[in-house]
């Protein structure tokens, strides 16, 4: 059975830091673009940071570039989340995703696999 698990969420205060992983089991995504995207209330999934399948290239979104940096381990089947400088504007539900076949790496529906998704609340 292939799991992907969040962690690293939580509570924290404009301007701080919050480093989220994303655990796969079950099998290996080293060979996948996996990626990490949110929902906040009210609003739909929205794309986050993307990396391919050897770390080689990095995608983020607008709102986030310069302060949110996505890596990966493959050693670990591990992608992280290393999120700098956040804002209230940052909170929301976070979801790691997994294979993307079609290239399309800022679209949610193009992945395969998804975790459970954890929690970011940035206070003001």
């Known amino acids: 059975q292939v799991q992907l698990v969040e962690s690293g969420g939580g509570l924290v205060q404009a301007g701080g830091s919050l480093r989220l992983s994303c655990a796969a089991s079950?099998?290996?995504?080293?060979?996948?673009?996996m990626g990490w995207f949110r929902q906040a209330p009210g609003k739909e999934r929205e794309f986050v940071a993307a990396?391919?399948?050897?770390?080689?290239?990095?995608y983020q979104s607008d709102s986030v570039k310069g302060r949110f940096t996505i890596s990966r381990d493959n050693a670990k089947n591990t992608v992280y989340l290393q999120m700098n400088n956040l804002r209230p504007e940052d909170t929301a539900v976070y979801y790691c995703?997994?294979?993307?076949?079609?290239?399309?790496?800022?679209?949610?529906?193009?992945?395969?696999?998804w975790g459970q998704g954890t929690q970011v609340t940035v206070s003001s």
């Open positions: 079950g099998r290996t995504f080293s060979g996948d673009t």
């Open positions: 995703a997994a294979q993307n076949p079609s290239g399309r790496y800022y679209q949610w529906n193009a992945y395969n696999y």
């Open positions: 990396i391919t399948r050897s770390g080689g290239r990095t």
